[in-house]
């Protein structure tokens, strides 16, 4: 099909469905209101029957979990609401190529599995700057990358999260972009100050079948209002909107028109929005990161039953990443067919009246699609899908973040706290978290025309090279060492920084108004990028790391892949040892008890702070407890579900 169709051929798009655009009547409110009563009968079994009331019970759910609820909060982390609105829209301005950012989670999660978790669980650690300054010795390290992964968890995670969510809320119920968020902040944050892991991971499992069943659901009577999949492919290429000009100017078909290779997974490497050889080569090197090197992710595999229960549910979640190409990306481009004038709109004024954004309207695509197509109460569900994602994703940053504030930085500005004061300040700092990522939204909003999948791919490009590479170095080669890994993560982030900052800077423009952005930055795509920078950041922390003394094999016993095995006694690099983990699996506290009022007993209770007494361990048991905890031992046959 030729990609420049006339204007003329938008006669032959279909007409916008009839429907009543919106839920406030009583069968979708009568839905919405039992899924959250679900949710919240869910969410108080769990904070009855888990311990949050120690460091190991509320960011490492007691180490317990088996591994269906682990793959389904696996799932629920990485496919929230962002997926919704941004590969919908992605799907709907440039097609199906999006989804293999998608399946390239399926080879990232087996060498989670396989590879960097038994890393991670015999290094003892629960966070990953915490695995930093055990193979590297020293805390910058360790500090650095704390700070740069909340960081992240701000400008790609949080914020992204929220104005998604916030989207489809103000399509749906019509809701003020602010207004929407506020109320998506108080259910999720005080859903995750007061259940810790084990609340987060186990609603994920609720939240991940209705996320499905919906998507299942709205895939169906897209499909079947656009006339099936051979209807689909024909009427997408003829998608256009029918205002191309303003000011007389009548805009490059380029801007307005389905790409030619829109039905191909593997786009052109040159003209594709997204090049092949960039997200197979640049974007998996990235993901690295966030696939077996990120808090929120990792998170949840440590917290394990064994390793058994760890790989399945890598395995199963892989499986589950397959479908996003028909549940998601293929719903957006059907809705740009049933509603070429408001998603592919491509005059800034036109824009502004369809989605109050002059920079495009992709994001409302999927949202769009569920308002308009889905009658009563199956529009409540979907609404209750789009709220589940939304809040499986917030939730889990924000235990996440929580984690990386109090194990990696506040222990480090009081040295003595106790660990009621460590659960408390991971608590509150979900706080100071949520408002620098409400002042971060009108930057996601402006960023890449809008499209929420490149903003996000970009940001990644631009930080998570330079740490994909110390990762991947620090598992693989034992000869790097502290100098080189670190210097090389500095210099790599400042590159990025800088092509971050003055791409923002410049703007990614539009079809109305060009980006001025010089080509030496903006001249080629952020994969391409990607793949540069994690080559130089691994050439200089080689270069470094050669021209220093090597770390004893002493001190790297069970921290990197060719000692991954030893049994031999490891003298860390740094033998302050953070102490609190020990003592909160333990169910301890050394606090005498006290008599305490109404309120502060109820205050306690909502945060799983209750005083509690009992027999103190011995060495023996204390011992026996460690070993337990950093067992990667496997019982593929055995166990329970």
Known sequence: MDATVSPSVSAGTPARPHSSGSTNNAADISVIVIYFAVVLAVGLWILLKTNRGTVGGFFLAGRDVVWWPISASLFASNVGSTNFVGQAGTGAASGIGVSVIETNAVLLLLLLGWIFVPIYIKAGVVTMPEYLMKRFGGKRIQIFFSVLSLFSCIVTKISRNMFSGAIFI???????????????????????????????????????????????????????????????????????????????????????????????????????????????????????????????????????????????????????????????????????????????????????????????????????????????????????????????????????????????????????????????????????????????????????????????????????????????????????????????????????????????????????VPSQCPNIICGWHYTYFAIVLFTLTVLVALGISLLTKPIPDIHLYRLCWALRNSQEERIDLNPEQYGQEEAGDQGEEDDPEESQGCCKRAWNAFCGLQTKTGPKLTEEEKAALQKKLRDTSENPCGGTW
Request: one cysteine or more; aromatic letters at 10%.
């Open 170 to 512: 103000n399509v749906a119920l019509g809701l003020d972009l602010y207004v929407a968020i506020f109320i998506l902040l108080v259910i999720t944050g005080i859903f995750t100050i007061a259940g810790g892991l084990a609340s987060v991971i186990y609603t994920d499992v609720l939240q991940t079948i209705i996320m499905l069943v919906g998507a299942f659901i709205l895939t169906g009577f897209a499909f079947a209002e656009v006339g099936g999949y051979e209807a689909f492919t024909e009427k997408y290429m003829k998608a256009i909107p029918s205002v191309i000009t303003e000011n007389n100017v009548t805009l490059n078909p380029e801007c307005y028109t389905p790409k030619a290779d829109s039905f191909h997974l593997f786009q052109d490497p040159i003209t594709g929005e997204l090049p092949w050889p960039g997200v197979l080569i640049g974007m998996n090197l990235v993901s690295v990161w966030y696939w077996c090197a990120d808090q929120v992710i990792v998170q949840r595999c440590l917290s394990g039953r064994n390793m058994s229960h760890v790989k399945a549910g890598c395995i199963l979640c892989s499986y589950l990443k397959m479908l996003p190409l028909f549940l998601i990306v293929m719903p957006g481009m059907i809705s740009r067919i049933l509603f070429p004038d408001e998603i592919t709109c491509v005059v800034p004024s036109e824009c502004e009246q369809h989605c109050g954004t002059s920079a495009g309207c992709t994001n409302i695509a999927y949202p769009k699609l569920v308002v308009e197509l889905m009658p009563n109460r199956l529009r409540g569900l979907m609404l209750s899908a789009m709220l589940a994602s939304l809040m499986s994703s917030l939730t889990s940053v924000f235990n996440s973040a929580s984690t990386l504030f109090t194990i990696d930085i506040y222990t480090k500005i009081r040295k003595q706290a106790s660990e009621r004061e460590l659960l408390l300040a991971g608590r509150l700092f979900i706080i100071v978290l949520i408002a620098l990522s409400v002042a971060w939204i009108p930057v996601v909003q402006a960023g890449q025309n809008g499209e929420l999948v490149h903003y996000f791919s970009s940001i990644l490009s631009y930080i998570g090279s330079p740490v994909a590479a110390v990762f991947l170095l620090a598992i693989f080669c034992k000869r790097g060492n502290e100098q080189g890994d670190f210097w090389a993560m500095i210099f790599g982030l400042v590159i990025g920084l800088i092509h971050m900052i003055s791409e923002f800077a410049y703007g990614t423009g539009t079809c109305m």
